[in-house]
């Protein structure tokens, strides 16, 4: 899972995304805004990951990383007789996730993950411009 993770997080990978199709969504809970955004990408050796990521506006301080829900799920393997391992993984904060994305990737020299852009989800991949965005 880490190597789709890496690839999602525009990080180098030997993986690449294909296509994704996205839709966003918020709306208001305890006086403050939560925004939710669910990806699907396929990537180019047949898999398919599901992440959503949910996030509020709850103000809190610079030093602190914010808090959000992030989940990736696999639905498909792909082409491959060999399962992509962990089919689920959940993180309560970019911080998290760039930690065990750190720990997990191949090549975790190249892989840190910017924690102010918890949206940000394009491929470093030339031939991935098929993207599409639901409203």
């Known amino acids: ?22 839709d966003a969504s918020s709306w208001q809970e305890d006086g403050f805004e939560v925004t939710q955004e669910a990806v699907t990408y396929r990537f180019t050796d047949g898999a398919t990951i599901f992440c959503t990521t949910e996030q509020d506006s709850v103000p809190v301080d610079a030093d602190i990383c914010p808090e959000c829900w992030i989940t990736y799920e696999v639905v498909s393997d792909g082409h491959s007789d060999e399962r992509i391992t962990p089919a689920r993984v959940t993180f309560n904060s970019t911080c998290r996730e760039a930690f065990w994305l750190k720990y997990h990737a191949p090549s975790s020299n190249d892989l840190a993950i910017s924690t102010s852009n918890p949206w940000s989800a394009e491929t470093r991949c030339h031939d991935a411009d098929t993207t599409k965005e639901n409203p």
Not at 2 to 17: G, K, L, N, V, W
């Open 1 to 22: 899972m880490a190597s789709y993770i890496a690839a999602i997080r525009q990080r180098r990978s030997s993986i690449c995304i294909e296509s994704m199709t996205r």
